[in-house]
C-alpha cells in the first residue's frame, strides 16, 4: 500500500527555517510525483510545491517560489521541503501527497498526514 509519511514541522519565527520530509513506501517511487499542500486556518488547501521523480521537474506556488525548495533523496524514497525566510501567512498544516499521473496541480490520489507548521511574528 502507498504510504507517505511527513515530519519536520514546528514552531519557528518569521524569518526562520525548516525542513519537512516525506518518506514514501508501497509504490514505485520513480514513477510518482511527490510534493507538499498545505492548509492554513480558515482557508482551503493549497498546493505549495511538487516534483516529478522521475526526471525532476518541479512546481512551485506563486507565493513560495524562491523561497521553498523541494528535492528528492531517491535512495530513501524521500522528498523534502526546504523552506526558508518563513512567513506568518506560512502557518499552515502540511501535507505528503503523491500521484502515478505526473507532476502538476490537481487532486492527487495518495495522502500521508499532515504535519503542523507555525509561524510566528
Known amino acids: 500500500e502507498v504510504q507517505l509519511q511527513a515530519s519536520g514541522g514546528g514552531l519557528v519565527q518569521a524569518g526562520g527555517s525548516l525542513r519537512l520530509s516525506c518518506a514514501a513506501s508501497g509504490f514505485t517511487f520513480d514513477d510518482y510525483a511527490i510534493g507538499w499542500f498545505r492548509q492554513a486556518p480558515g482557508k482551503e488547501r493549497e498546493g505549495v510545491s511538487v516534483?516529478?521523480?522521475?526526471?525532476?521537474?518541479?512546481l512551485y506556488a506563486s507565493s513560495v517560489k524562491g523561497r521553498f525548495t523541494i528535492s528528492s533523496d531517491n535512495a530513501k524514497n524521500t522528498v523534502h521541503l526546504q523552506m526558508n525566510s518563513l512567513k506568518p501567512e506560512d502557518t499552515a498544516v502540511y501535507y505528503c501527497?503523491?500521484?502515478?499521473?505526473?507532476?502538476?496541480?490537481?487532486?492527487?490520489?495518495?495522502w500521508g498526514q499532515g504535519t503542523l507548521v507555525t509561524v510566528s511574528s
Open positions: 501527497a503523491a500521484d502515478s499521473r505526473g507532476i502538476g496541480w490537481y487532486e492527487y490520489d495518495h
Open positions: 516534483m516529478s521523480i522521475s526526471d525532476g521537474n518541479r
